[in-house]
């Protein structure tokens, strides 16, 4: 990479760079949350590896050898947080006790604002942008989607049955699923990803209108 240095260069901020061969031990986890940090601030094709180091404290050449390329680290780091975040939004609604409508609002809620990571829709447009160029990050993002509509067709399902969805869609559990997803996803786009700031909660209650309607919840 053009950033890569000499084994005994100084960092711009006056940091010894580790020696190629010889990383210094790597939390990778923590290497891959500082770019990812990083993205959300300046962009997938903006970030380089010299702002990761910054952000991590890890020279350049350590990142280099545990990653092997700098396109490598940050897909790595895009795609372990979209698949995170997934985990994180099944955990919020497996409580069995509440009703299908009461998990699937869970289950906005927690995707329009995902709690502890107030910028990840900022990596979630990068990804988007990437699986639409990159053949093998599409397939990842269909995989993460799988799971998404896995997931919400379960709770359209459990809702259909007894009777609090009674929309004609939700007989096709899995093109319910796909529509409520995308509801979510556009209208985030269009009042979350926006350059004077988020608007989560206008975004949270447009979506639950919007899908309430479509499923025919019983309630409204």
């Given at each position: 990479m053009d950033e890569a240095t000499g084994p005994d260069e100084a960092?711009?901020?006056?940091?010894p760079r580790g020696r190629l061969g010889r990383p210094s031990t790597l939390d990778r986890d923590a290497a891959l949350k500082a770019a990812r940090?990083?993205?959300?601030?300046?962009?997938?094709?903006?970030?380089?590896?010299?702002?990761?180091?910054?952000?991590s404290g890890v020279p350049v050449t350590t990142l280099q050898h545990a990653f092997g390329s700098l396109q490598a680290m940050l897909l790595e780091?895009?795609?372990r947080t979209a698949a995170s975040e997934i985990a994180i939004l099944r955990d919020l609604s497996t409580d069995t006790?509440?009703?299908?409508?009461?998990?699937?609002?869970?289950?906005?809620?927690?995707?329009?604002?995902?709690?502890?990571?107030?910028?990840?829709?900022?990596?979630?447009?990068?990804?988007?942008?990437?699986?639409?160029?990159?053949?093998?990050?599409?397939?990842?993002?269909?995989?993460?989607?799988?799971q998404w509509w896995d997931y919400v067709a379960e709770l359209i399902t459990l809702g259909a049955a007894a009777g609090e969805f009674t929309?004609?869609?939700?007989?096709?559990p899995r093109?319910?699923?796909?529509a409520?997803?995308?509801?979510?996803?556009?209208?985030?786009?269009a009042l979350i990803v926006r350059a004077?700031?988020?608007?989560h909660e206008r975004t949270r209650a447009l979506a639950m209108d919007a899908i309430a309607s479509m499923l025919g919840y019983a309630g409204r």
């Open positions: 960092t711009p901020r006056g940091r940090d990083v993205i959300a601030a300046r962009g997938f094709d903006r970030t380089r590896y010299s702002d990761v180091a910054e952000a780091s895009v795609q006790t509440l009703t299908p409508w009461e998990r699937l609002s869970e289950f906005v809620a927690g995707a329009v604002h995902p709690p502890d990571e107030p910028d990840s829709w900022l990596l979630w447009l990068e990804f988007w942008r990437l699986a639409g160029r990159d053949a093998d990050v599409g397939a990842k993002a269909g995989v993460i989607y799988e929309g004609a869609i939700c007989a096709t093109e319910a699923a796909i409520t997803v995308a509801m979510i996803d556009g209208i985030a786009a004077d700031g988020p608007d």
